[in-house]
Structure formats: C-alpha cells, structure tokens
C-alpha cells in the first residue's frame, strides 16, 4: 500500500455535491463517500488512493482541537501503510488546521497536504480539481516523480506552502492562500518545481503524535479607542484563562497609557502568557525598538517574531498543553519548533544584589546558535541608577569569551548618565551584533563586565540574542 495516498475528508466546500442529481439548481450537500466525489471526473480514479471520510463531515467554522485530535489520529493509525496523506478540509479554517497539526504530528517524515476548494468539484469552473490532482501528486511524492516534502503543507491554485506560514487571504480569488513571512514550497505549472532549499529536513525520530492542546486561550486585538476596563472585565471573567495572543500594531506597538499596561502587568503576574503579534499582514514583531513597546517587555509580554495569528494561537495552544510552567512556554514561544517563525529569540537575563562599582554575570551560547546564524545581540539594563548622588558618571561594559581561549578580542562600549532631575536613573540598550558573532566563533561563554567609579545600582540586565532558524 506504500504506492497509495490516503484521502482524509474532513468536510468542506470541495466535496459538496447537488442534492438533486442533475439537478445543478439543487442544494448542495455533503458527498456520502468518494465515488459521488471523483465519479463525473475519471482522471481521480486513475490514482492509487484509499478514501476515509468524517462521520460526520465537518464544517470549517466547526473546526476545534478535538476535530485537530481526530486528524492526528487517522493519520498516526495509517500512518505505516500509505506514502503520504491528503486532507479534504473547509478554507475558512484551513491556516489553523495546517499550523496546528506540524505542531501534533511529530518526526513527520511523509508529506500531508491540505487542500480544498472555493468552488465545489460539481460546479463549472471549479478550482477543486486541480487543487485535488496535484495534492494527490506531492502526497505520493516519488511515486509520481516529485520531489519528497516531509511536512504539513497547504496547496492552493498553482503554490505549495508551508502550513504554520499560511494565512487566507481571499474569500473568493482561486488564489485564496498566501504565506507573507516565508516563500513558497513549490510553484506548479507545466512543471512541479518543489524547492528543495525550502523545505524541512527529513525526521530521523520515529514518528508520534502529541495532541494534548490547551485552548483556554483567546486573540485580543489592539485598535485606538480601546478601553481598558474592557480588556480588564473580560480577562477577570474568565478564571481559567492560559494564554493571550495580542495583535498589537506595526512592529509590536501598543497603547502606553498606565491602564492598558496595568492590565497586561496584572496578567502576567497571574502567570499568564501573553504574546505579541502584529497586526501587519507582512513584517515582524521588534519589541524595544519604540517606547510604545518597551512597555510591554518590561510587563513580561513575549515577542511572537513573525509568526501567523494561525500559528501563533496553535503554538501557544500545543505548549501549554506540554506544560504547567509558564517561563518554560515563554521561552519556547520563542524558539522555532517546526519552521513557524523565521527567528529564535534567546533572553538571559541577571539581577543584582547589591550596590557595587564591578558588576559580572555571564551565559553560555545555546547550542544551536552557530556565529553565522547571528542575527543582533543587545544589552538591556533597566533602571540603572547611582548610589551617591553626582552629576555624572561613565560606565564601562565589557564583553569577552573563556579566558582561557586564545585570541579572543575584549570589547568595551563607554555609556555616560548624566543627572536628571535628583538623581541619575536611566535605561541602557546596547547592541553587540559583531563582537559577539565574532566570539561565538570561539567561544561558548560570554562574559559581560560593569564598571564605573561609583556604586551603581540596577534592577534587571537582559541579554537578548536573535538568531536565524
């Protein structure tokens, strides 16, 4: 059976047919199994597939984690019989199916390709055909001489694309999908052309399913006007609340006004993780780069990069669903799992016990950061101030590798404070994208040094290191 696709009907637009047969005035309904489907259209039955269909079918707006459950399910059951798996689903839903399962179907090895329709396979001029045949291709894969792509996709129109980077864009164009933050897996024309640079690597783990999803999670959207004392009733009227995705504006932008930030503190104090995404349909999230931001990372809020509001809420619902620990989910929101997000974002971060002229603390590199896939690497401390009240004072920071390797360089940047008002008490953002690149090369340990001439006193130093996937 190693030569056949599994066909998953979930439900949607492109099984429907006429509930009067011949009738093309007559209703539409749902198929009652794949020959009413692939009957007026014998190219289908030329395939080598098998056929499994909900019961019952499914509506798209209808779609929660149990239906997600249920489609992990089938295909971990199937999974050893078949070369690869197409899933018949509804577009409206379509983008939060795709995301949510890369994140359920683990050490995927086999490609599983959603498709469906605007128009159903009956009607004239539909899109479903096309749609069908060639996922039934890149599903099969080798088999019909296309390259393998071992991962949860969405083909629509004439593009494959990755399924967590997917978003509809269009309730009624045949080119319904797009993916704003990354290209395309595979155009198809004449030819097939899969881009093998693209893809995923192929798993070499064994391949299992994770379907414990958490959803006591919700999307707020920022917008001007928005009260605060709205956000704060609905959030103190849900008990159980989880997780918060915040569509914020432009590069993570959001009100600074004392209420609004009170009601994200009071949040993230309950141990609630609360991440933010633009609005933007294109870009990513760069928390600090505006005041309008800041804000919101001194309030514990996670920066969700550029990942799809799909994606962003499926990941969110998958990891809480892995673990209690709402510092551990922060920090994998972070990290790309299974090409979400275009970046990792790493935060180390150092508390100080006591005032002190020399003030060290240091990290090791993860793993997974080579030099090269560096992106930025800054400093932030936060609310530095001086224990001795003085006009001014320059303070030095230092960053170096083991001491023990050889040649590697020491780096320095002088900041100098001056009073404002009674006392000096600042922010520093510093930014070390090449010296750090270039000690990663040799070193795993960064070490950061303080100094000044006069006791200095902070409340937190973070370290943050962007890089690529």
């Not at 009738?23 to 190219?43: C, D, F, G, Q, Y």
């Not at 890149?138 to 399924?163: K, Q």
């Not at 609004?260 to 600090?288: A, E, H, P, Y």
């Not at 920071?397 to 780096?411: L, P, V, Y």
Request: aromatic share 8%; charged share 25%.
């Amino acid at each position: 059976m190693l030569d056949k696709v599994l066909i998953i009907n979930t439900g949607g637009t492109i099984g429907m047919v006429h509930s009067e047969k011949g009738n093309t005035m007559s209703p539409l309904r749902p198929a009652e199994n794949w020959n009413e489907i692939a009957k007026e259209h014998p190219v289908l039955k030329g395939f080598a597939t098998d056929y499994y269909q909900f019961h019952p079918l499914v509506d798209s707006s209808d779609i929660n984690p149990e239906s997600w459950t249920k489609m992990a399910q089938v295909i971990e059951t199937n999974y050893n019989n078949y070369r690869g798996f197409v899933l018949l689903h509804g577009t409206d839903t379509m983008s939060y199916t795709a995301s949510a399962l890369s994140f359920m179907l683990k050490n995927l090895d086999k490609p599983v390709i959603i498709t469906g329709a605007q128009v159903p396979l009956e009607k004239p001029r539909s899109d479903a055909l096309q749609n069908l045949v060639t996922a039934i291709q890149i599903a099969g894969n080798e088999f019909y001489g296309i390259r393998l792509v071992p991962e949860v996709c969405i083909f629509f129109r004439d593009t494959l694309l990755r399924g967590n980077r997917s978003r509809k864009n269009d309730a009624r164009n045949y080119f319904g999908f797009s993916s704003p933050n990354y290209p395309s897996l595979a155009e198809a024309g004449a030819e097939l052309g899969i881009k093998k640079n693209k893809l995923l690597k192929k798993s070499k783990g064994t391949f299992h399913i994770e379907t414990a999803l958490d959803d006591r999670v919700i999307i707020i959207e920022i917008f001007p006007g928005l009260k605060p004392s709205y956000l704060k009733n609905i959030f103190e009227s849900i008990g159980d609340l989880k997780g918060v995705i915040l569509k914020t504006y432009g590069n993570g932008n959001a009100p600074t006004n004392v209420d609004f930030i009170d009601v994200i503190n009071s949040l993230t104090s309950r141990g609630i993780v609360v991440i933010n995404i633009t609005q933007c349909t294109t870009g990513t999230v760069k928390m600090g780069m505006y005041e309008a931001s800041i804000k919101l990372v001194d309030a514990g809020v996670v920066s969700g990069l550029d990942l799809t509001p799909e994606a962003a809420l499926t990941k969110l619902m998958y990891l809480l669903g892995k673990t209690e620990d709402s510092e551990e989910v922060k920090k994998l929101m972070s990290i790309d799992i299974c090409g979400e997000q275009t970046l990792n974002h790493y935060n180390f971060k150092f508390t100080q016990n006591s005032p002190a002229k020399i003030c060290k603390f240091s990290f090791e590199i993860p793993k997974e950061i080579a030099g090269g896939d560096m992106i930025e690497a800054a400093l932030r401390i936060k609310n530095l101030s001086l224990k001795n009240k003085i006009d001014k004072i320059n303070i030095r920071i230092s960053i170096e590798g083991d001491n023990f390797i050889e040649n590697i360089e020491k780096f320095q940047s002088i900041k100098t404070l001056k009073k404002n008002k009674d006392n000096i008490n600042e922010d520093i953002l510093l930014n070390f994208n090449k010296c750090v690149k270039k000690i990663a090369e040799e070193s795993r340990v960064i070490k950061i040094t303080l100094e000044s001439d006069e006791s200095i006193v902070w409340g937190d130093a973070v370290f943050s290191i962007y890089s690529e996937c």
